[in-house]
């Protein structure tokens, strides 16, 4: 398994549309879309398929 930020930060910018920004302390992951929003579901995937990273709405 990757690093966390590395993981889940290609996992996420690999969606179109998609930019993300990941960091470790605190574990956050900030999330702005340029192509449409996407749904909490379609970035879960991402994480899914990049490892065991669950996502959250703040």
Known sequence: M???P???RKAL???AGV???VTLDP???TVEF???E????ELQQ???EAGEYKLSEK
């Open 46 to 48: 991402a994480l899914s």
């Open 13 to 15: 910018n690999g969606i």
């Open 27 to 29: 574990p956050v992951a």
């Open 19 to 21: 930019h993300a920004t």
């Open 34 to 36: 340029s192509e449409g």
């Open 6 to 8: 590395y993981a889940c």
């Open 2 to 4: 990757q690093p966390l």
């Open 38 to 41: 996407k749904s909490i579901g």
